[in-house]
């Protein structure tokens, strides 16, 4: 079975600066989908972002981008110009091609200092 | 279009009862799954429904257990409740046959006593 791993448990970043969060995964699969979901304290999980693993172009929705390494098996999320709004616990997520099986990570949980 | 529902927001419940949790999907959705979320924990996959089909459930006892109806609704079911079954017991859904992500629901919090 593909596995997740979030190695950070808690980050922390200041308000308006850069932070990354990362994700390793391992597949023995060549075809997959990531995602990065978000679950602020009012608990509705929000997708942030998804990356198609057969494209090399990273994907990125306004202030959200990921560092896709498809080699090392790394899905990083960076967040730029960090807002109080982005506080919440992020997870990543692995979705076979094959199948509707999704896997996550134990998150990772982002204060955002003022 | 309106998101994916769940009932009740909160269930309180007393230890050996049994709890049953609702979830209504997206319409258009055919794929329903369940997760727990125990508190300081990630997401512990439960079950995943599809087309009214149990196709793969995760590492839990058989007194966790659901099903799928017609309109692909689904609800979970979990008997003999014991203190650690309190958790935030999320639902999500997705379109058979899409690549895309899940959509989840505000979830149900179990609180065993």
């Known amino acids: 079975a593909q596995t997740v791993t979030q190695s950070q448990p808690e980050m922390s970043v200041q308000e308006a600066e850069t932070v990354t969060l990362s994700c390793t995964y391992d597949?023995?699969?060549?075809?997959?989908?990531l995602f990065w979901y978000k679950q602020p304290p009012s608990r509705q999980m929000i997708l942030v972002i998804r990356?198609?693993?057969?494209?090399?172009q990273n994907a990125t929705e306004n202030r959200f981008s990921v560092n896709f390494q498809k080699a090392a098996k790394s899905f990083s999320l960076k967040i730029s110009d960090s807002q109080l709004g982005d506080a919440a616990m992020y997870f990543c997520?692995?979705?076979?091609?094959?199948?509707?099986?999704?896997?996550f990570g134990t998150g990772t949980s982002l204060t955002v200092i003022p | 279009e309106a998101g994916v529902t769940q009932s009740p927001t909160h269930l309180i419940k007393t230890r050996g009862q049994q709890a049953t949790l609702r979830c209504s999907p997206i319409?258009?959705?055919?794929?329903v799954y369940w997760y727990q979320q125990a508190l300081g924990l990630g997401l512990q996959f439960l079950l995943w429904?599809?087309?009214?089909?149990?196709?793969n459930r995760g590492n839990f006892p058989p007194r966790f257990s659901g099903r799928q109806f017609p309109n692909y609704s689904s609800e979970l079911n979990v008997n003999a409740l014991e203190l650690e079954d309190s958790a935030l017991y999320l639902c999500?859904?997705?379109?058979?046959?899409?690549?895309?992500?899940?959509?989840f629901g505000p979830g149900t919090r179990l609180t065993v006593t």
């Open positions: 319409s258009g959705h055919t794929s």
């Open positions: 999500a859904s997705i379109s058979s046959g899409t690549t895309y992500e899940q959509y």
């Open positions: 597949t023995s699969e060549s075809d997959y989908y």
């Open positions: 997520a692995y979705r076979s091609a094959v199948g509707n099986q999704f896997y």
């Open positions: 990356q198609e693993a057969y494209k090399q």
């Open positions: 429904y599809d087309e009214g089909e149990e196709r």
